[in-house]
């Protein structure tokens, strides 16, 4: 299990999510990214895992709305397209951010 964020930033103007991690690392995640990797039941196939959100659709002014905490293990994010329904773990945002980080 990855533990929870020291620290989450929303940098609006430049729609990225800062996550600062208890072993120091920093991701910086694209609102972009997250919103294609929505992991609710709508943005995803249930049984497949796959997409199912077009990223073409995805407003190029995206922006989060608000943030909630779920226990100790996930995040909700509310973005202005109105979908409010994705809860990202800490699991998810971590191999989010993987993916951008050139660092160990
Ligand atoms: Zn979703």
Sequence with gaps: MTGAPTNIRAHQNEQILELTWED?????IPYHDL????????????WTGQ???DPK???SDLKVEG?????????????NDGHSS???SWDVLRRL???HSSGP
């Design 24 to 28: 120091g690392r920093v991701d910086r």
């Design 35 to 46: 919103r294609c990797e929505c992991p609710c039941a709508s943005c995803r196939d249930e």
């Design 51 to 53: 997409r199912t959100i």
């Design 57 to 59: 659709s995805i407003r």
């Design 67 to 79: 943030m909630e905490g779920i226990g100790q293990y996930a995040v909700r994010l509310a973005w």
């Design 86 to 88: 994705g809860l990202y």
């Design 97 to 99: 951010g993987g993916e």
